[in-house]
């Protein structure tokens, strides 16, 4: 019923840069916040940003000044541009969005299948 998909993973050097996109689609009637979450080899997934509708947003400490969230409501897509990458954000992101789809009545939490970032030289 509902498709959460990711793409913009990869693998980069220390320094550098990229940008996560995830797609929301199918019968979705309301989507309240967007986020991503990650996790790394041997450790439990985590907050690395959130969004609401109304564009609040929240960072995990180790991101702050280096990632940014963003979100096309129109698009029901949700962004996160990385920069200055450092090994430790090595891990498998996965997209969040708690959202409201027909035929249902309360919100939900829905999940995308993770993408890899890999930062090494």
């Known amino acids: 019923q509902v498709q959460l998909v990711e793409s913009g993973g990869g693998l980069v050097q220390p320094g550098g840069s990229l940008r996560l996109s995830c797609a929301a689609s199918?019968?979705?009637?309301?989507?309240?916040?967007m986020g991503w979450y990650r996790q790394a080899p041997g450790k439990q997934r985590e907050l690395v940003a959130g969004i609401t509708n109304s564009g609040s947003t929240n960072y995990a400490d180790s991101v702050k000044g280096r990632f940014t969230i963003s979100r096309d409501n129109r698009k029901n897509t949700v962004y996160l541009q990385m920069n200055n990458l450092k090994p430790e954000d090595t891990a498998v992101y996965y997209c969040?969005?708690?959202?409201?789809?027909?035929?249902?009545?309360?919100?939900?939490?829905?999940w995308g299948q993770g993408t890899q970032v890999t930062v090494s030289s």
């Open positions: 199918g019968t979705i009637r309301s989507i309240n916040a």
């Open positions: 969040n969005a708690h959202l409201l789809i027909w035929y249902d009545n309360a919100y939900r939490d829905y």
